[in-house]
């Protein structure tokens, strides 16, 4: 168990719609991440929140927002869904957001389904 | 930007050592980390190389040459339960997250 929890596991929802996926850190680590992992790619950074502010942004689509609150957990909203949009979107998090930082631990995933 | 290349796949033998290798471009280099992810999984942390050389944690060693911008990930004794996909994954200049590669999905047969 890395400490980082991811709700809800599943989800399962129809095109055009909006889902809102949630992210609590370890217990002390400030950084949160986002990746999306589909079939047949790897891990594509989505973004990154650092206590409270947003410190990176990668391959996100202006249809996905995230957020991260004063306790620390982070939303992910992807809205009009579509089915490419189907993935497993996994949220990360660490001590620090510099370069000193080393590994950062992952949660178990949300794996969408978009029909 | 950066890139990243691992094989796709690899397969050996039970009780085998097998090198799984990483090759990288990136603008600025602040460390190379390799995670094992099981099928559906998490990926967990395997080992960090932010220096030139070789790190042995237990059955699993990484190596780094930052020059030939190069890594590899060597597990020794496999055992059935290393079939997994290898993720190589480097951290750019400053504070940039991780970047991963596509991942080496390692099949252990007996």
């Known amino acids: 168990d890395s400490g980082v929890t991811q709700t809800p596991k599943h989800l399962i929802t129809a095109t055009g719609q909006r889902v809102t996926l949630r992210c609590s850190p370890r217990s002390g680590d400030l950084s949160v991440y986002w990746y999306q992992q589909s079939l047949d790619q790897g891990l594509q950074f989505l973004i990154q929140y650092y206590n409270g502010e947003e410190r990176a942004k990668g391959n996100i689509l202006e249809r996905f927002s995230a957020q991260q609150f004063p306790d620390l957990h982070s939303e992910l909203n992807l809205s009009s869904l579509e089915l490419g949009d189907s993935a497993l979107y996994f949220c990360?998090?660490?001590?620090?957001?510099?370069?000193?930082?080393?590994?950062?631990?992952f949660g178990q995933g949300t794996r969408l389904t978009v029909v | 930007g950066q890139n990243i290349d691992q094989p796709t796949e690899m397969t050996a033998t039970e009780g085998a050592i097998v090198q799984i290798n990483c090759t990288y471009q990136t603008s600025g280099f602040n460390g190379l980390f390799w995670y094992q992810q099981h099928a559906g999984e998490a990926p967990t942390f395997l080992s960090y190389n932010v220096l030139d050389g070789l790190e042995e944690k237990g059955r699993f060693s990484s190596f780094l040459s930052r020059s030939k911008g190069y890594s590899y990930l060597l597990l020794k004794e496999l055992q059935m339960k290393d079939s997994a996909s290898y993720l190589c994954?480097?951290?750019?200049?400053?504070?940039?997250?991780?970047?991963f590669g596509k991942g080496t999905r390692l099949s252990v047969i007996a």
């Open positions: 994954a480097v951290r750019g200049s400053g504070n940039t997250p991780l970047v």
């Open positions: 990360a998090s660490s001590v620090a957001g510099g370069p000193d930082n080393t590994e950062a631990f």
